[in-house]
Structure formats: C-alpha cells, structure tokens
C-alpha cells in the first residue's frame, strides 16, 4: 500500500489552484487534474471519514489525513488528531506560524499552507516536525525567513515558496545559501526575488548570493550608516559541536565532545541538553538563559569546579540536574536560586568540603523538600570525611552559640527530616554570614520561590 504514498505526495503538491491564475505548464495539469477528481471521489468504499470540526479527517493508503482547506482557520486546534500524517491547511487565514505551531503533530509528513497570508514564519515554528518530507507555502505573502526554521526537519526534500514577495537582502542569505547546496534540489524552486529592483525577478535558487548582504551595505552606502544589517548566519555554534534531535522530543546531545565550554547559540526549544563526559570547569552566568523550556540539564562527568551565581538564570522549569562526578567542593550563595522546579539533583562523586560554605547547600535543600538528592557526603576536611553533609551540620549549630537564641535545636525533629528550628539555626549562620538579617523561615508547607528570593 505503501507504494501508492508518492502518487498521493504529488498529487498534493500539484493539485491546488494557485490563487492567481493558471501559472504551471499545460503538460502539469492533465494529469494533476485527474489526480484531484480522484481525491475528490474519496467517499468510494474503503475510505474511511470522520468529521473533526470542522476539518475531515480521512484514511487513504494507510495515511491519515486532515483536511482543513478553506475554512478561514487563522491557527491550529487542540483538537486535532495528533497521529495525523497530512495536514491539509490551504487557503485559510494564517497569517504567523508561531514557535511550536505543529508541535503536536510529530507524525507528520506533509503540510500544506499555501494560498494562506503568511507573512512570518518564527525559527522554531516547524521544531518537533522531524519527519516532515513536503512543506507547501506558495503564495503566501513572505518577504524573509531564515534558514533556522528548517533545522528541525532534517528529511524535508519538497520545499514550495514560491509567490512570495522575497526581499533580496541581507537577512535571506542564511536561506538561499541553503536552498542553493546541491542535494536540496527539491526545496525553493521557483521562488523568486520581488525587491529589491536591482535582483527582482531573479531566482533564489541560482542567485549569486554573495551579492545579498553587499548589495544592502552598497545601497545604504550613501549619507547614513548602514542600518543594523545582520550578520551573516553562521551555523550556530551548538549545531556545530553537538547532534540536535527533535523526536519525540527535542534534546541536544553534546556528551562525550571534549568540550571545555557550553557551546553558544543552544537551542530555545530543547528539553534536555546531555553535557556530560566532557571538560567543562566553570559555568558563567546566564549561559542557560534562553533554554527556557528545559528539563534535563547533565553535566556528569565534567571538571567542574566553580559555578557562578545566576549560572542557572532561566532554568525555571528544569526538573533534573545531574552533576555527579565532578570537582564541586560547596555552592556559591545563591545559585540554586534560580531552579524552581527541581525535581532531582544528582551530586554524588564530588569533593564535597565540609566547613561553613557548605552550608548554603543544606539549606536550601531544607526549604526545597520537595527536591530529591543523591551523594552529599563530606570529602574534606578528613575529620568529616564520609560523613554524610547534613549529619556534619548538626554538629556545627550544636556548637554555634547563635542557635541558642532559636530555642535550641531540635535533634529528634531534625532526624526526621528537618525541623523549622533547624532551618531557623542554619538561616541565623547565613545571616552572619552575609553581614545582613535574613527573614526568618517561611512556613513549611509551602516554599514559596519569591520569599526566597528577597535572600539574594
Ligand atoms: C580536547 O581539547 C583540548 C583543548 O581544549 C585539546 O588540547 C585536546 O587535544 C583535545 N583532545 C581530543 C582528544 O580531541
Ligand atoms: C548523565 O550522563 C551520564 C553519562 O553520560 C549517564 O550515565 C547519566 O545517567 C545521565 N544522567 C541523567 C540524569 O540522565
Ligand atoms: C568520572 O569522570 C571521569 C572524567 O572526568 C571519567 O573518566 C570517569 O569515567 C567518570 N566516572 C564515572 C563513574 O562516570
């Protein structure tokens, strides 16, 4: 059944009326329009058809199909089948494709938005769609995307883009660089430059490219300075070092690349990125920042010896740190701040030191119960060593005058499993600590992330 697949691709692509007109060679159409009757029969038996809203959704050859065609659709549904493999979207009122738009629809293969409105198109619009093979925007109104936008779909090998009014310049180069590499000889034929007048007309596919960012730096040569005309694009650094994958859901793998830095440029999209078994020694600030939906960070098996505060900025919604097996002796105040919604924090197989720094450590993980974790145990100083990192700080607010305006500790409470005093004891060695008071412990229930905010 398989083998009739490539009959029906083709048909898709040949079978809509373009909007303006007749436009394809008289020899495409006779047998595209045969094709479309025989769509158009697709009540005959052995079809099956459902209504999903609006939209019908078919069963032909073993693919599923959704056809949404003119229905004045400006977004996808929530509804819709998620298995489908043909999404049908033509000649609708789509106007942005917005980050994760198709998402939901990781079986796809083909879809099919031409004749919509289509002015933009975000660089994740297309993320999770790695098995897409036919992606259908002919007249639609671009003027630029960037290539970024295909990167998740690696097995693309039909790309219509053709009757839009491209705009020649510099921001297109990372595109027509693309469209133009010999083996994507099926993607952006056709497509045309419409500005600026000096190229219009010309095609992307056999554009010299170089003259895209020239032309804009020649044109505006004049009495202004150039206006921010984007760099060339240069395959970003993290696509360079480590493999993207997109299904079933997007990750980066960098492990094992002897990386001695985080690369730049890491995907937003991703959910986990695996860094471990490299030589990564220090992570600077923000370097996470745009990973905003990531949910798995490992940094096993680095060198890592220092991490700096705000390292985690923007890893809101990470729920498993790995950095097990590295060189960590204590956290640096404050850098747990940032992690609102671990889950688990995997610490085995490093130097842990056992003196007033690591204390922070403790506590946070007392006001954060909800945070499962694995191999605190002091390595230094030898007194301590083996000792497991809790256990070493008890005894130092036993001895710590300061606890005894708290009441004392509460051991047995503190055995199982923490007390309010405790972390009342280990807050008032912060507050020393920090030359300032700190505000006294928030209410077990409910450890709230803004009142441990006000700590930094
Ligand atoms: C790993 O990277 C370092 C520099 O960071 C380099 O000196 C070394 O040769 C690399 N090792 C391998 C196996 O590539
Ligand atoms: C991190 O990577 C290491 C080895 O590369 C692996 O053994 C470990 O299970 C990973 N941790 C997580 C949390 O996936
Ligand atoms: C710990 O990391 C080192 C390199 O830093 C590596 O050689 C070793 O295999 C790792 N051990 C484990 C248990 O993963």
């Avoid at 960098?254 to 471990?276: F, G, Q, R, T, Y």
């Avoid at 130092?396 to 051991?411: R, V």
């Avoid at 006294?440 to 409910?446: C, G, L, R, S, T």
Wanted: net charge positive; with cysteine.
């Amino acid at each position: 059944m398989r083998v009739i697949t490539p009959l029906l691709l083709l048909m898709l692509i040949c079978s809509a009326e373009p909007r303006k007109g007749p436009r394809s060679k008289d020899g495409e159409r006779g047998p595209a329009g045969k094709l479309k009757g025989k769509v158009r029969g697709r009540n005959r038996a052995g079809v099956m058809r459902r209504q999903t809203q609006e939209c019908t959704e078919y069963t032909e050859a073993g693919e599923k199909y959704l056809d949404c065609q003119g229905r004045q659709l400006s977004s996808v549904m929530p509804n819709w089948p998620r298995d489908i493999q043909h999404l049908l979207l033509a000649r609708n009122k789509f106007k942005v494709l917005r980050d994760n738009m198709f998402a939901n629809f990781p079986q796809l293969k083909t879809l099919d938005l031409q004749q919509n409105a289509i002015f933009m198109v975000e660089d994740n619009a297309f993320s999770g769609l790695s098995r897409l093979k036919i992606l259908l925007l002919q007249h639609n109104n671009l003027k630029s995307v960037s290539e970024e936008v295909l990167l998740p779909m690696p097995r693309l090998n039909y790309l219509r883009i053709y009757d839009n009014p491209w705009s020649c310049q510099c921001p297109l180069d990372s595109l027509v660089r693309t469209l133009q590499v010999p083996s994507n000889r099926n993607l952006g034929n056709y497509a045309k430059c419409a500005e600026p007048a000096s190229l219009k007309g010309e095609k992307l596919k056999t554009l010299k490219v170089d003259l895209l960012c020239a032309e804009e730096a020649q044109v505006e040569g004049g009495e202004d300075p150039p206006a921010k005309i984007p760099p060339i694009k240069k395959k970003p650094e993290a696509m360079s070092l480590c493999r993207a994958h997109y299904f079933p859901q997007p990750r980066m793998d960098c492990s094992n690349k002897n990386l001695s830095h985080i690369p730049s440029e890491m995907p937003s999209e991703m959910h986990k990125i695996d860094l471990s078994r490299n030589g990564i020694k220090h992570l600077r600030p923000k370097q996470f920042l745009l990973s905003k939906d990531l949910k798995v960070l490992n940094l096993s098996s680095n060198n890592l010896q220092q991490i700096d505060t705000a390292a985690f900025s923007g890893l809101l919604h990470l729920h498993n740190l790995d950095l097990s097996n590295n060189s960590l002796r204590y956290f640096q105040y404050g850098v747990l701040e940032d992690l609102y919604f671990l889950r688990t924090l995997l610490l085995d197989n490093n130097p842990w030191t056992c003196d007033y720094n690591i204390h922070y450590l403790v506590y946070w993980l007392k006001l954060h119960p909800g945070v499962s974790y694995r191999g605190l145990l002091c390595s230094h100083p030898a007194e301590f060593r083996g000792w497991r990192v809790e256990d070493y700080v008890k005894t130092y607010n036993g001895e710590c005058p300061i606890d005894k305006q708290t009441d004392g500790i509460d051991n047995e409470a503190a055995e199982h499993g923490g007390s309010e005093n405790e972390v009342q004891g280990v807050m008032g060695e912060m507050a020393e600590g920090q030359g300032e008071l700190l505000p006294q412990p928030i209410k077990k229930k409910e450890p709230s992330p803004f009142e441990i905010i006000r700590l930094s």
